[in-house]
């Protein structure tokens, strides 16, 4: 793919804005003192490549690190991101109040029970949260994942009540298992109340089920579009997820099986006789989805084009979707096949354009609070949480 002229400039232009939005930093940062001299290392073209894939571009001391201990050992060290000392990162996040809230806190302070009313504090706290976890974490390979994972679970945080139940997605679904189980982050997804409202579960009762979770469960969460499934089985999986809701009231938020809506009757999924027995039903299913081979190969799939190219390599992908089934989604597992057995065969690949802006900062160990940042990414249609499908 080439670039027109005006394309080509568009993104030149983001190079010469983000140097000018770092001056948007407090004063104190800005006067705090020069980094430590890192000396400017070189790495041969995959090298770089791969790095530049495993981060949000590459910093002075990552690039100083990767060429002293080498890609298996940078992916490990990675990896254990658990033992990765996070301070620079954290105190950055130290201010925004709601990103340790439940959804009933939040609901509060966006209605204005509690002082200090306004409906877009945590909306915007995540977003900006989450460009300063991307600039300044040192666990960049868990904030890379914790972005996939966001875009595959995607929830668009302006529908409903998701404004203020996506904080809760994000740091108990998102954050949680970015670098655990599969089937941990689909069974918490399943449960969060920000995915029952963003499609429409609260409206999936017997006699009127709503198909749309059903049908994203099974194409964009676990098996694919290809993956083999039909529409009968969407339609009986919706059956299944009947009653799946959200608490209401003082238990605002929270995710509740509700019942009186869920259908009673006898359901066959993928070829499965499901009799009636309430909220087992969907998660037997949900059991199923994420061992599915189709489910193995999609995920491989999308992660191999996150990391590798857009058209992956065969024996990449096959190699990664056993072992997904292997050990049954464990996700450091698969990630490990494509890294390292894959990160060689990568293909130069476009960045959105708020991750190049990204790059450009952390190339330039940029100083920024994100608020003008965050404030400038809206304004190109590059706000986080914000596509709508």
Not at 17 to 32: E, G, N
Not at 60 to 82: K, S
Not at 354 to 373: H, I, V
């Amino acid at each position: 793919m080439t670039l027109s002229r005006r394309e080509f400039l568009k993104l030149g232009s983001l190079i010469t804005a983000s140097t000018a939005l770092a001056s948007c930093a407090p004063v104190y940062r800005r006067l705090a003192g020069d980094l430590p001299a890192i000396p400017w290392v070189p790495l041969g073209r995959l090298d770089f490549m791969a790095l530049n894939r495993l981060t949000f571009g590459p910093r002075v001391e990552e690039r100083a690190r990767f060429a002293e201990i080498g890609l298996q050992a940078w992916v490990e060290e990675q990896l254990a991101f658990d033992s990765i000392n996070d301070f620079d990162s954290d105190i950055r996040l130290a201010s925004f109040k709601t990103l340790d809230m439940d959804a009933n806190e939040i609901e509060g302070i966006s209605n204005g029970l509690f002082d200090g009313y306004d409906r877009d504090l945590a909306p915007n706290e995540l977003r900006q949260a989450t460009l300063l976890r991307q600039l300044y974490s040192k666990r960049q390979l868990y904030e890379v994942m914790t972005e996939f994972w966001s875009d595959h679970f995607n929830i668009f945080i302006e529908k409903g009540e998701c404004f203020y139940l996506k904080t809760v997605d994000d740091r108990e679904v998102i954050r949680k298992h970015a670098l655990g189980s599969f089937r941990d982050i689909v069974w918490a997804s399943a449960h969060s109340p920000a995915m029952m409202v963003y499609l429409d579960n609260q409206a999936n009762k017997k006699g009127a089920p709503n198909e749309n979770y059903a049908r994203e469960l099974m194409e964009l969460h676990t098996m694919g579009v290809d993956g083999g499934y039909t529409q009968q089985d969407v339609m009986e999986l919706a059956r299944c997820l009947t009653g799946w809701n959200v608490k209401e009231h003082f238990w605002l938020g929270d995710f509740v099986f509700k019942e009186k809506i869920h259908d009673e009757g006898t359901k066959q999924v993928l070829g499965m006789t499901i009799p009636n027995s309430g909220i087992r039903e969907a998660e037997q299913v949900i059991e199923m989805l994420v061992i599915h081979p189709s489910t193995a190969r999609f995920i491989s799939t999308k992660l191999a084009r996150r990391f590798i190219a857009d058209e992956p390599p065969h024996e990449i992908v096959e190699k990664a979707a056993q072992t997904f089934l292997n050990t049954k989604g464990d996700i450091k597992s698969v990630l490990r096949v494509i890294l390292l057995d894959g990160l060689h065969l990568a293909q130069p690949k476009y960045k959105r354009p708020a991750n190049f802006l990204l790059s450009a900062l952390r190339m330039l160990n940029a100083e920024t609070s994100g608020s003008a940042l965050h404030k400038h990414l809206m304004q190109m249609g590059q706000a986080y949480f914000n596509w709508p499908t």
